[in-house]
């Protein structure tokens, strides 16, 4: 189990503090006048969610977080639980609350490989690309006169989210979309 100095808390870490996995959102090393440097850190807790702050001093040190790495399933989305197996053991079914997947989780298309972060036999996070190429199922037609560069319009892409897209994307295209953002990249392919 790796120790971390003050200064190495740094983002993307995951920390044991008051004996729960946090991660690391972000720090600020900083010295005031003739007082010894110190790291002002927002952590967000891997089971509750919550975010806190806390300022770790020079000769304070933590741990980092021993996670594991599972390779899982999603399945399908039943109101507020995302439903997964373990990959290749379908008899091995979990379900996550849509809190712990995140806002992302809307763009997971079923029978995804994922990995999930897990400490001490309890799955803590999931790992969503990115990037996820998904087929718009519903689209407006745009109107003609009204397919300037930079007018949007709603889409719905196969998993059901709502996507804000440029007024060329129709039906049966295949685009890609910001995971973290929410947010339409590009078409990737147009439809038949």
């Not at 702050?53 to 790495?69: G, M």
């Not at 079923?110 to 036999?121: I, K």
């Not at 006169?145 to 440029?166: C, Q, R, Y």
Request: a negative charge.
């Amino acid at each position: 189990m790796a120790v971390l100095s003050y200064s190495e808390i740094t983002p993307k870490k995951v920390i044991i503090f008051n004996d729960e996995p946090f991660l690391v959102l972000s720090y600020h090393v900083f010295r005031k006048q003739q007082r010894k440097p110190v790291n002002i850190t927002k952590l967000k807790s891997l089971k509750s969610g919550r975010v806190i702050e806390n300022t770790f001093h020079v000769n304070e040190v933590a741990e980092e977080a021993d996670l594991e790495t599972w390779n899982i399933t999603f399945i399908y989305r039943k109101g507020n639980e995302y439903m997964f197996h373990i990959t290749g053991k379908p008899a091995e079914r979990f379900a996550l609350s849509a809190d712990l997947v995140g806002d992302q989780g809307q763009f997971i298309k079923e029978r995804a490989e994922l990995s999930a972060m897990v400490y001490e036999d309890e799955v803590i996070g999931v790992k969503i690309p990115i990037k996820i190429e998904l087929k718009v199922t519903e689209t407006v037609d745009a109107s003609k006169g009204n397919t300037s560069g930079n007018a949007l319009k709603e889409s719905i892409v196969e998993t059901g989210a709502k996507v804000m897209v440029p007024m060329f994307i129709n039906q049966g295209d295949i685009i890609a979309i910001n995971t973290e953002t929410g947010d339409y990249s590009e078409r990737v392919e147009k439809g038949k």
